[in-house]
């Protein structure tokens, strides 16, 4: 005989900033709920040895702050399970949400998977992310004040974090595999007008090099093959990224990159589910944007049962 699914008020997919904030939230407002995360609680945080742009929280261990907000929530109620969520569908008006340890119906579902940073995928990046390769400069230039670091990228992303970046670096070198950015001509100029800023084109990176934290990278030119070592304290990657949203797909309108759409209050086109976080489409990726938008999505979630299931 199949086992009866576990019923919820609110299932919360993803337990980074945004998840954690929405199960306080509704644990805190008397819903039944659990937290579904497939891997390390926190997301990207937890991979940020230090986290100084928390408001009212100078500065953190990334993995500690998550705890923290963990703890929190389920002093509330909010109960965790470390599964995968397979599929995601209607069941009547409720939801059904199909895990690697059985399935969950639930009233409403918070989604808040986060999205993913595209990897350089070279020696060295993984073992020295934290510790001197970034996803953020918003998060860690100021860590490099006066000191040379690399940008690798083209787009809009690089050149606003770059310039961002010279607010405290010495010199900020931006690596392009191309001879030409892709970024809006405003940008452009205001890279180029910066005296901080060179740029090193049809240039790719083949390794980050350093032992406990980034020295250098070693680059080939992709016209001439040629190879050279540049000496950095850290090189901040912006060449993309994807949110982790695909079992969405043909569930909810999403954008052209795969983020969720979503109104004001996260929630999505169909009734019942919501977004928040790096998952959804304008997000400013950011911990306490994403904190924000966990707590709207929890709020109206709430709202959303409250009007939809009457007692």
């Known amino acids: ?29 008397r819903r039944r709920t659990v937290l579904l995360e497939k891997g390390v609680v926190g997301g990207q945080i937890s991979l940020t040895d230090i986290v100084e742009n928390y408001p009212g929280v100078p500065s953190v261990n990334g993995f500690d702050l998550a705890q923290t907000m963990l703890k929190q929530a389920e002093s509330y109620g909010l109960e965790s399970e470390y599964v995968p969520v397979s599929a995601l569908e209607r069941a009547g008006k409720r939801w059904r949400v199909r895990t690697g340890a059985g399935e969950l119906l639930a009233k409403a579902v918070i989604v808040t998977t986060g999205a993913d940073y595209n990897r350089l995928g070279v020696p060295g990046e993984e073992r020295l992310t934290g510790r001197g390769v970034s996803y953020c400069a918003t998060c860690d230039a100021a860590f490099f004040k006066g000191q040379e670091v690399a940008v690798v990228g083209g787009g809009d992303a690089a050149l606003e974090e770059g310039l961002f970046t010279t607010r405290f670096a010495g010199k900020v070198t931006v690596i392009h595999r191309r001879d030409a950015l892709r970024a809006s001509r405003i940008l452009q100029e205001r890279a180029f007008a910066n005296p901080k800023m060179h740029f090193l084109w049809n240039t790719v990176v083949e390794e980050v090099l350093g032992e406990e934290f980034v020295t250098g990278l070693r680059l080939r030119n992709v016209v001439t093959g040629a190879e050279d070592v540049m000496p950095v304290a850290a090189v901040f990657v912006f060449i993309g990224h994807h949110p982790n949203a695909d079992f969405l797909r043909g569930l909810a309108a999403m954008d052209g990159g795969g983020h969720a759409l979503v109104d004001d209050w996260m929630a999505t086109d169909v009734p019942g589910l919501f977004a928040a976080g790096d998952v959804r489409q304008n997000s400013a990726r950011q911990v306490a944007s994403s904190v924000g938008d966990g707590v709207t999505a929890a709020i109206a979630a709430d709202h959303y049962i409250s009007a939809s299931f009457p007692d």
């Open 1 to 29: 005989m199949a086992e009866t699914a576990k019923e919820y008020d609110v299932v919360i997919i993803g337990g980074g900033p945004a998840g954690l904030a929405a199960g306080l939230y509704a644990a805190r407002g």
